[in-house]
Structure formats: structure tokens, C-alpha cells
């Protein structure tokens, strides 16, 4: 039986962090789309042992996307600083903020604008006063 040649894709050189982040986010796309398959599978059949394996397998391709996202940020520092502005954008889109309000996270200071204000939610804190 045919055998893939384990050293078919070596580069005569080792990759930079720029070149293995570009690398990493193919990988994840492949992560993305077995996990998109999968679920396919889940949706087209009533076999529950199947869907047990498939779901299992399923959560097995979510670990390794998240895992390769956490590679990226430490590979590209660019990636990076947008994950750090990102939840902060989130809660401002979602919270009704003006385009400029989002847009400003990250640019000089990096800060929620101080106009903006975010829903309050009850926490055990918040409670005990």
C-alpha cells in the first residue's frame, strides 16, 4: 500500500513566525471546515452511536481551532492587539455605540470611551452594598 512520504512539504529552511501564523491559519481553516462536515453528518442521520462519534470527534476539531487561534496571537503580535480589542469592540457594537465609538478602541489609549456607557449587570459585588 502506498505510503505519503513524510518529508514531502520540509522547506530547506525554517519558517519566520510571520510564515508558520500563515501556516497555522490554514490549518485552522481545515480545523473549520471538518468541524462544518461533521456537523453535516450529525444533521443527516438518527444513528446515535454514530452522532456520539461524530460529535466527539466534532469537539476534537473545536479544541484544535481554538488551540492554533491561541498559537497565532503568540506567532503575530498584530493578531494579537486586534483579540485584545476585540471583546471591547464587541460590547460596544451590542451596546448600541456609534461606528466612531467603536472604531476608537485601540487608537491612542486604547480605553471604551468615556460617553459610552455599558449595561450594568448585578453581580454577587454589586449585591452586598
Known amino acids: ?10 522547506v530547506p529552511r525554517k519558517l519566520t513566525d510571520s510564515e508558520l501564523a500563515r501556516s497555522i491559519r490554514l490549518n485552522i481553516e481545515a480545523e473549520l471546515d471538518a468541524i462544518n462536515l461533521y456537523a453535516a453528518h450529525l444533521d443527516a442521520t438518527d444513528n446515535e452511536e454514530a452522532k456520539a ?3 466527539h470527534v466534532m ?3 473545536r479544541e484544535h481551532a481554538a488551540l492554533f487561534w ?3 496571537a503568540r506567532l503575530d503580535p498584530e493578531q494579537a492587539q486586534h483579540d485584545r480589542e476585540a471583546s471591547q469592540k ?3 457594537i ?4 456609534s461606528h466612531d465609538e467603536v472604531e476608537a478602541v485601540g487608537e491612542g489609549g486604547g480605553g471604551v470611551p468615556a460617553e ?5 449587570h448585578l453581580t454577587v459585588g ?3 452594598k
Open 70 to 72: 491561541q498559537l497565532i
Open 1 to 10: 500500500m502506498p505510503q505519503t512520504n513524510p518529508f514531502h512539504s520540509l
Open 53 to 55: 462519534i461524530l460529535r
Open 90 to 92: 464587541y460590547r460596544l
Open 94 to 97: 451590542t451596546t448600541g455605540a
Open 59 to 61: 469537539d476534537e476539531e
Open 126 to 128: 454589586s449585591l452586598r
Open 116 to 120: 459610552v456607557e455599558l449595561p450594568k
